[in-house]
């Protein structure tokens, strides 16, 4: 049995105050992620797939519930805390790349590591490492002005991953891909889930996208509605999370 | 329909209007402000100590409206672009592009009335009160200056009429480019950094040959005179402006080149923060610096011209007082000043004439003004000469007789004696028999010194009046002691002093809301970088850290040149002050607290636009 690395029990997330309107974005959720593991999480619009990410991301709090990454709680943690905890246990890849444009691309890479005070000497070949397992070596000292969107999300990835976080966290990363860029991406995520045993947690709404994962949960407001494993080949799986999506719109209605 | 909507996104957008408008009616106020002075002729020549003040002002006029020009003009593109999006949206819609542009230019237009309009009620108000406090403060006292004044009013709505139709009309053409696509997608596009070449390099070195021109036509202004100032204006303006489009950049490429400082904590951020914003604020800085410099430069000249007041009195005079047969009321008042030197000469008063005693004088020699070159000024010395038994001064010519005063004593007996104590009464020197001899009523002259001259004003007037009564003089009546001087120089240099703290304020007001419109009307652009970090993990004491230090780099190039500047520029003053580097560190040291102050409020600003307080 592998240890967990996100153990999220029982979640709530309430929006609005007592006694008025309340809207439940997420109504008990639960579910573990091992290390490891390449999962992704499914939902229609609205389905509270996005404050699960952030509540999993600490960029938000549960009203109720607890998660745990890595070991740690961090419903308990104080603000400064919580952004220590996500600049060294998280990565993240997020839809619109959020590179930062008046840096290189080494420069971004590179900015995780320098915030944790990691020496000069010491940078530079982690960056290299990292550049050379996405292939985007040749690009490091240009702007990302001036790649294309799938280099700029590779250098997304690179950035969410050198600093050996204990899970990665991907918010629709294909998102603004064109077909071949995004397929490019996503044998990247799994060649890395693979070859180096990296976890990762995918939202995405895009059956494609997600056929690229061992396990999908679908939630449905704000509650967990199905999972699945990948059992035979990724066309197969892709097929079955189509016959989820289209089981979700029905019983819906 | 058009016009309905447009104000609909007027409204949403009210925040970054209130900048804007709050921007441009600063700098109207602003330059009305300076044209009350400037423009009123009278005021200025009957107030001012410079000989070619109206050429001064001429010059300042110039500079104040190079400055203007690109603050406009800046603010008008960043008007245009808080509407891009908006009048692409409409075009998109199926609205024309005549339409819009017609809307745009009576949008800058009607923006500027408003402005225009509230920005000289603001600088009718700004001048009658700061002019009311200065007069107040200066004890300055001149019916000349008038903060409503119609000429100013008159230039300074043509001279903005004017600016806002050429922005108006630049805005237009800039709409007319564009394609729809370009207007919708104008917030997304990307900063550019631009490159440098060996182009860069050489404008850099002109710059600097530019500047060193400024300055040395500053330091020599004595011999070019009025081209003096007009190679300076040109040179100066124009290397600041050359400065920081080249020169800036490049030290700040080089700070980044530092491989070991850059990937430590956030500082890459910082940096690239930095250059990116150095780059997009090369004019703006270039405009601050030279409001920093006119700012300080008048502050500096006013105060200057205001310790010239004693550095001249103190050089006019050694001693404080001269005082004859003080009386008891006079010796009390005395009593109170703490005197480092004090001398007594008694004397004889006969029908012949005032006999004093040789040995008083040889014994203890008043100090005497050395006068022999400007270098001397204020230094004294002790009449090196003889002073032979017999020897007179004043008194009918014809009756002279007795040996030839020297020039030393000349003068000293003249200050030990002054004139209005017994008129045009003969002045001898007499040795022990001779005193001894003279038949006639004792008398004593004083002369006191202190350090502090400037602290006991009210004493110094005091006895200059009891003295005015024991001489049985009009009240009226001139009598050139230190203190008379002293008021007549101040009365003669208020009006010098009451501009350049006029000017000074203005200037460092219109240099405040010109450095921070540009700062926060860029913030928004800001706001997602800072989001973006702070998501992967950037703790928010960081965060700050790195504002206060980039915003700090930003706030401290422009200070350190116009600072230069202002220190080579009182150079230009020495013809007529003694010296003008005297304390200048106060005035100095007072812009750098209002400065820093400053700086503060725009990193707080700055933070609230770009990482607002927990939702």
């Given at each position: 049995m592998k240890t967990p690395v996100v153990e999220v029990s029982n979640v709530k997330k309430v929006y609005g105050k007592a006694g008025e309107n309340q809207s439940?974005?997420?109504?008990?959720?639960?579910?573990?992620?091992?290390?490891?593991?390449?999962?992704?999480?499914?939902?229609?619009?609205?389905?509270?797939?996005?404050?699960?990410?952030?509540?999993?991301?600490?960029?938000?709090?549960?009203?109720?519930?607890?998660?745990r990454i890595a070991g740690s709680d961090i419903t308990k943690m104080k603000q400064g805390a919580l952004s220590d905890f996500r600049s060294q246990k998280l990565g993240f890849i997020f839809q619109d790349f959020n590179l930062l444009e008046n840096l290189t691309i080494y420069?971004?890479?590179?900015?995780?590591?320098?915030?944790?005070?990691?020496?000069?000497?010491?940078?530079?070949?982690?960056?290299?490492?990292?550049?050379?397992?996405?292939?985007?070596?040749?690009?490091?000292?240009?702007?990302?002005?001036?790649?294309?969107?799938?280099?700029?999300?590779?250098?997304?990835?690179?950035?969410?991953?050198?600093?050996?976080?204990?899970?990665?966290?991907?918010?629709?990363?294909?998102?603004a891909l064109d077909s071949k860029n995004a397929t490019s991406l996503l044998t990247a995520m799994t060649n890395l889930n693979q070859e180096h045993g990296v976890s990762i947690m995918l939202v995405t709404h895009d059956a494609y996208s997600a056929s690229y994962c061992e396990r999908i949960l679908f939630i449905q407001d704000g509650e967990m509605y199905k999972e699945i494993h990948r059992q035979s080949s990724r066309e197969d799986f892709y097929r079955e999370i189509l016959d989820v999506l289209a089981d979700l719109g029905t019983t819906k209605a | 329909m058009l016009f309905k909507l447009s104000m609909s996104g007027l409204r949403s957008k009210y925040k970054d209007y209130i900048v804007l408008l709050a921007g441009l009616v600063m700098s109207i106020s602003i330059f009305y402000m300076f044209q009350t002075l400037a423009m009123n002729k009278a005021f200025i020549e009957a107030n001012a100590m410079i000989g070619p003040i109206q050429f001064v002002f001429y010059a300042g006029s110039v500079l104040l409206s190079i400055v203007t020009f690109f603050y406009i003009l800046y603010a008008n593109s960043f008007l245009l672009s808080l509407r891009q999006k908006e009048?692409?949206?409409?075009?998109?819609?199926?609205?024309?592009?005549?339409?819009?542009?017609?809307?745009?230019?009576?949008?800058t237009v009607v923006i500027g009335l408003i402005s225009l309009v509230i920005g000289i009620a603001v600088g009718v108000g700004l001048a009658q009160v700061i002019g009311s406090m200065l007069m107040k403060e200066l004890e300055f006292n001149s019916d000349g200056y008038h903060a409503l004044y119609l000429p100013?009013?008159?230039?300074?709505?043509?001279?903005?009429?004017?600016?806002?139709?050429?922005?108006?009309?630049?805005?237009?053409?800039?709409?007319?480019?564009?394609?729809?696509?370009?207007?919708?997608?104008?917030?997304?596009?990307?900063?550019?950094?631009?490159?440098?070449?060996?182009?860069?390099?050489?404008?850099?070195?002109?710059?600097?040959?530019l500047l060193l021109i400024g300055y040395a036509s500053m330091i020599f202004m004595t011999y070019l005179q009025q081209l003096g100032v007009i190679i300076a204006l040109i040179t100066i303006t124009s290397g600041t402006y050359l400065l920081f489009m080249t020169f800036l950049p490049l030290i700040i490429l080089a700070m980044k080149r530092n491989k070991k400082r850059i990937e430590k904590g956030l500082n890459a951020f910082t940096y690239a923060q930095l250059n990116f914003r150095i780059n997009s604020l090369t004019k703006v800085l270039a405009t601050v610096t030279m409001l920093i410099a006119l700012s300080a430069g008048s502050i500096t000249a006013g105060m200057s011209f205001k310790n010239n007041i004693m550095i001249m009195v103190d050089g006019a005079d050694y001693y404080d007082v001269t005082l004859h047969n003080p009386t008891k009321a006079e010796k009390e008042?005395?009593?109170?000043?703490?005197?480092?030197?004090?001398?007594?000469?008694?004397?004889?008063?006969?029908?012949?004439?005032?006999?004093?005693?040789?040995?008083?004088?040889?014994?203890?020699?008043?100090?005497?003004?050395?006068?022999?070159?400007?270098?001397?000024?204020?230094?004294?010395?002790?009449?090196?000469?003889?002073?032979?038994?017999?020897?007179?001064?004043?008194?009918?010519?014809?009756?002279?007789?007795?040996?030839?005063?020297?020039?030393?004593?000349?003068?000293?007996?003249?200050?030990?004696?002054?004139?209005y104590v017994y008129k045009g009464e003969r002045v001898i020197?007499?040795?022990?028999?001779?005193?001894?001899?003279?038949?006639?009523?004792?008398?004593?002259?004083?002369?006191?010194?202190?350090?502090?001259?400037?602290?006991?004003?009210?004493?110094?007037?005091?006895?200059?009046?009891?003295?005015?009564?024991?001489?049985?003089?009009?009240?009226?009546q001139y009598i050139n002691t230190k203190y008379s001087n002293y008021t007549s120089f101040r009365a003669f240099s208020a009006g010098t002093v009451y501009m350049g703290f006029f000017l000074g304020i203005a200037f460092l007001a219109m240099m405040a809301s010109c450095l921070m419109f540009k700062i926060l009307t860029g913030a928004s652009k800001d706001i997602h970088?800072?989001?973006?970090?702070?998501?992967?993990?950037?703790?928010?004491?960081?965060?700050?850290?790195?504002?206060?230090?980039?915003?700090?780099?930003?706030?401290?190039?422009?200070?350190?040149?116009?600072?230069?500047?202002?220190?080579?520029?009182?150079?230009?003053?020495?013809?007529?002050?003694?010296?003008?580097?005297?304390?200048?560190?106060?005035?100095?040291?007072?812009?750098?607290?209002?400065?820093?102050?400053?700086?503060?409020?725009?990193?707080?600003?700055?933070?609230g636009i770009v990482m607002p307080r927990k939702k």
């Open positions: 439940y974005a997420l109504n008990g959720v639960s579910f573990t992620i091992h290390e490891g593991e390449f999962v992704g999480i499914m939902g229609p619009s609205g389905s509270g797939k996005t404050t699960l990410l952030n509540v999993i991301s600490t960029l938000d709090q549960a009203t109720e519930g607890m998660v420069e971004n890479i590179a900015l995780p590591l320098s915030l944790q005070g990691v020496t000069s000497r010491q940078i530079g070949p982690k960056v290299q490492k990292v550049a050379e397992t996405l292939g985007i070596t040749a690009i490091l000292h240009k702007n990302p002005a001036e790649v294309s969107g799938g280099q700029k999300q590779r250098c997304a990835a690179a950035r969410a991953l050198v600093h050996e976080p204990a899970i990665i966290l991907g918010d629709e990363p294909t998102g | 009048f692409g949206m409409y075009m998109t819609l199926g609205a024309r592009k005549n339409k819009i542009t017609r809307l745009m230019f009576m949008e100013s009013l008159i230039v300074t709505a043509i001279f903005f009429t004017a600016l806002f139709l050429i922005s108006a009309i630049m805005n237009t053409i800039k709409m007319l480019r564009v394609t729809v696509l370009q207007l919708v997608h104008a917030d997304v596009q990307t900063d550019k950094i631009a490159k440098r070449g060996k182009k860069t390099v050489f404008a850099a070195i002109l710059s600097i040959i008042l005395l009593a109170s000043i703490p005197f480092t030197e004090q001398k007594e000469y008694r004397y004889k008063v006969s029908d012949k004439g005032i006999y004093y005693l040789k040995d008083d004088l040889m014994n203890h020699p008043p100090r005497i003004m050395i006068r022999a070159s400007k270098e001397d000024f204020g230094k004294t010395k002790v009449p090196d000469a003889e002073l032979p038994t017999g020897a007179e001064i004043r008194g009918e010519k014809n009756d002279k007789h007795g040996p030839q005063m020297p020039n030393d004593w000349y003068e000293a007996m003249e200050m030990i004696q002054p004139y020197i007499a040795d022990q028999q001779m005193y001894d001899r003279v038949q006639g009523k004792e008398g004593v002259a004083l002369l006191g010194k202190s350090d502090q001259f400037d602290a006991h004003l009210s004493t110094w007037k005091q006895i200059d009046a009891m003295q005015k009564s024991k001489l049985k003089l009009t009240s009226d970088r800072y989001e973006m970090l702070r998501k992967i993990g950037v703790r928010r004491e960081l965060l700050m850290k790195s504002m206060y230090k980039e915003l700090f780099y930003v706030f401290l190039f422009p200070a350190i040149i116009g600072i230069i500047h202002v220190l080579i520029g009182m150079e230009m003053f020495s013809f007529i002050l003694v010296h003008p580097y005297f304390r200048v560190w106060l005035p100095i040291l007072i812009f750098l607290v209002i400065y820093a102050v400053y700086y503060f409020i725009t990193v707080q600003l700055y933070r």
